[in-house]
């Protein structure tokens, strides 16, 4: 089979295709057939080295943790009836490949109306974003400032404040980015390229600043952000695009009154089992609340130029890799 491997640390350039020997199912493992492999930008980060301490790759090894496919084959023990089957699952790596055995216990089934491009663009995204609107507690009328509004994520997170009433900033780099944030349902935006950018969020809710505020992009860009929660309000970090999670003042946010959840607390929180929350996610895309938008294709060969978009953040949306 085809797949993309990485040999060393390194550039997007060290994703070389490759054929490798197909895999076998094992006891209470499935065989699926990939149809569309996803891409974040956490694969990124580790394919170039720099999430060793918490993700300890060590290569050669095949990227990938989630994909859209068909059952093909069965292993010993496993329910014959998956055969045939439309899934999305996770795959821990291995993912950027024709085929992957995995667990049968993980597997989702896509729904029927959804087309399996933009369920796999919620396997991953859509947990977290089902994850952010629990913690988040979004209200009529209040504020909510979504830093990378337009990522995998972020995107989904514009559309569920927006649903529950939530008066949504999305907060994104360019014209075109900017211009999607509105389609998605965000009432106002701010390009974070502009070095007023938070003073414009504290000017767009009237000095007080955001009640709950996403940040999806860390770094300094999510350090910044901090300044446009409103006293009493809510910081909930999980992205590292700025290359960190943003460093949060605890004695401030605590004079303040603001809560501050990180990535690890949310997870830890109950009724946040990843599985539940892409069924729930599913849902939502199902009743037509939520519109996943995947920004870019590519053939498996060319997951080097899928790295090169999400690092150059070039892309408005979700990546997929198509076998």
């Given amino acids: 089979m085809r797949a993309v491997r990485v040999d060393e640390f390194g550039g997007p350039e060290v994703l070389v295709a490759r054929e490798l020997p197909d895999p076998e199912p094992g006891p209470g493992e499935v065989l699926v057939e990939v149809g569309a492999a996803n891409v974040i930008y956490l694969d990124t980060l580790i394919r170039g080295g720099a999430a060793r301490d918490h993700f300890p790759q060590t290569p050669p ?11 093909a084959e069965v292993g010993p023990s496993t329910d014959p009836a998956w055969i045939g089957v439309r899934v999305l699952t996770r795959t821990d790596d291995g993912g950027y490949a024709d085929r992957v055995a995995v667990p049968a216990e993980g597997l989702v089934r896509v729904p029927g109306e959804l087309r399996p491009l933009d369920a796999l663009a919620l396997m991953v995204d859509g947990a977290t974003a089902m994850m952010l609107e629990r913690a988040a507690r979004f209200t009529p009328d209040t504020w909510v400032l979504v830093l990378a509004a337009t990522g995998g994520a972020g995107s989904l997170v514009v559309q569920l404040a927006r649903l529950a009433g939530a008066r949504v900033i999305g907060a994104a780099r360019g014209p075109e980015k900017l211009a999607l944030a509105r389609s998605l349902g965000a009432e106002e935006v701010v390009d974070y ?19 709950v505020v996403i940040d999806g992009a860390g770094g300094a860009l999510g350090s910044a952000s901090f300044r446009a929660v409103a006293e009493g309000g809510r910081f909930l970090s999980y992205g590292t695009a700025g290359g960190s999670f943003a460093e949060i003042d605890a004695r401030e946010a605590a004079r303040r009154g603001i809560t501050t959840l990180g990535l690890d607390a949310m997870r830890a929180r109950s009724g946040t089992d990843r599985s539940d929350l892409t069924r729930l996610a599913l849902e939502e895309a199902r009743a037509g609340h939520l519109r996943p938008h995947v920004g870019l294709t590519l053939p498996l060969e060319r997951a080097a130029e899928a790295h090169a978009a999400l690092e150059g953040r070039r892309v408005l949306g979700k990546v997929l890799l198509v076998p």
């Avoid at 000017?203 to 009640?211: I, K, P, R, S, Y």
């Fill in 61 to 71: 090894y095949v990227p990938g943790g989630s994909v859209v496919g068909r059952v």
């Fill in 193 to 211: 390229a502009e070095p007023d950018w938070c003073d414009r969020v504290l000017e767009v809710t009237g000095d007080t600043g955001a009640d």
